[in-house]
């Protein structure tokens, strides 16, 4: 009788105890880091019904791989948090210092090669950057010898506030996903630039290209399927124009291009240009995780809605079928992969430390990835949910243990312009005016400047090796 009620006893405090870790776990979600409920987003009215239309027949592909990442506004958010601290002013050519952007390196998420986009540090930096301008949480200023400087702006600062989740759902409501709203007369910059060019082959018959932007939003969308993924083969035949025209090279100028209607635009493009402007049209819902890129089962690449994009259009997708889950957290701290998983590991760069491999172990959990996720505004919950939802085991009692006792200690440094240092008590700037030696000056007891805003970056890596985050 005994046995029997000290059984019933352990049985219902690990009952209770597990309630309130997912009680608290529920109130702090990562995973997704913002939910594609219809609450969440302002659907985009009239979009659903050019969904598909231009499709050929044909059966829909299943990816194996799917990727749909918030790339860009997950760029953004680390980015905008470096702009706080420290703010950005651009060489001469226009291009980004190494200095500055050597903070970014192995914090910026994990992109697959299979899908397409461009991985150049340079290129996604400056994207972030023309991002941010947009949503007017940066201003460019000017000085005398031609320097541009980006500055954080009060709405910046109050983004910061509002948190990563607030964040991301304000970068899918900017213009950013115009390409999908068939009722905005958007081109992108690229499609832009490119239809620019096409204009000595295929001229429009009119006085401008007003209206041309919402045309190429209704093809974008006919090429998207309302649920599952297309081959995106099927997509470049569903986008190609009907009679492209041929330019011919000998001959007289007249038979070297044409004028057509606007509505005929698209129709007459040479074939070699279809693929340019379906690419570009598809970079930023791509970036933004509103639609997904994958491959199947023989290697073809596919492209669909993903959740995000569905809930944007106003529609709901079926559940996807769940696969047995397969990464292990192993009790030294390593991250292993049963199987290639694009998508997970890209939410793991928000908080551990990738090690590169495709297979075995994939990242690894340690203190300064942990500081560096806090830095950003990721707790230990957050974190755990993740783990707790996509591990084929319990995470481990050591590392739930290690994790907690990591947070406890981080040390993250408030910085202000690159030269001011707030410290979260006195023992951390002690450390700090060691490591800087005489290009550091102790102005308070947690507070420090930096004479030598170039030697940030080494202090910064000095600082991390310690378990301080600048």
């Not at 057509?260 to 070699?272: G, K, T, W, Y």
């Amino acid at each position: 009788m005994g046995t029997q009620s000290s059984v019933a006893q352990i049985a219902t405090s690990e009952i209770e105890a597990e309630l309130a870790r997912r009680r608290d776990l529920a109130q702090k979600p990562i995973w997704p880091i913002f939910p594609a409920t219809a609450s969440s987003f302002r659907p985009i009215p009239k979009a659903k019904s050019f969904l598909g239309e231009r499709l050929p027949p044909g059966g829909d592909a299943v990816p194996v791989q799917s990727f749909s990442f918030p790339i860009l506004p997950w760029d953004a958010w680390v980015v905008l948090h470096q702009l706080s601290r420290e703010p950005l002013k651009l060489n001469i050519d226009q291009s980004i210092p190494v200095r500055w952007s050597k903070a970014f390196e192995g914090r910026l998420s994990f992109i697959p090669d299979w899908i397409g986009l461009d991985v150049d540090l340079q290129a996604r930096l400056h994207t972030v950057l023309a991002l941010l301008r947009s949503l007017e949480f940066l201003q460019r200023r000017s000085n005398r010898a031609q320097d541009l400087e980006f500055l954080i702006t009060a709405a910046g600062t109050q983004a910061l506030q509002d948190g990563a989740a607030a964040f991301l759902l304000t970068c899918m409501h900017s213009r950013t996903p115009r390409i999908l709203d068939p009722a905005v007369d958007h081109l992108p910059d690229a499609c832009g630039n490119h239809i620019s060019q096409l204009q000595w082959t295929v001229r429009i018959d009119g006085p401008s290209l007003r209206g041309l932007g919402q045309i190429l939003s209704k093809r974008v969308l006919g090429c998207i399927p309302p649920e599952r993924s297309v081959h995106r083969t099927r997509m470049l035949q569903a986008f190609a124009g009907k009679e492209p025209f041929v330019r011919k090279m000998g001959g007289g100028w007249e038979g070297r291009s044409i004028n057509v209607s606007l509505e005929d635009f698209f129709e007459r493009i040479p074939e070699a240009d279809s693929p340019v402007l379906l690419g570009e049209a598809l970079t930023q819902p791509v970036l933004l995780g509103l639609l997904e890129s994958g491959f199947d089962a023989e290697g073809r690449t596919t492209t669909g809605l993903s959740r995000s994009g569905a809930a944007l259009l106003g529609i709901s997708l079926p559940e996807p079928l769940s696969a047995p889950p397969h990464i292990h957290l192993t009790p030294a701290y390593d991250i292993v992969f049963g199987r290639p998983d694009a998508q997970s590991k890209a939410w793991l760069t928000t908080f551990s430390e990738l090690t590169g491999e495709e297979h075995g172990v994939v990242a690894r959990l340690t203190s300064t990835s942990l500081q560096a996720a806090i830095a950003l505004g990721i707790e230990v919950g957050q974190i755990l949910s993740f783990l707790d939802s996509t591990l084929a085991q319990p995470v481990p009692a050591n590392v739930r243990t290690t994790l907690a006792d990591w947070a406890r200690k981080a040390r993250p440094v408030a910085l202000t312009n690159g030269t001011l240092l707030t410290c979260t008590d006195e023992a951390t700037a002690a450390t700090l005016a060691r490591l800087a030696g005489i290009r550091i000056q102790r102005i308070a007891p947690t507070q420090l400047f930096l004479s030598d805003r170039k030697y940030l970056s080494s202090l910064r890596k000095k600082a991390e090796a310690l378990g301080i985050i600048l």
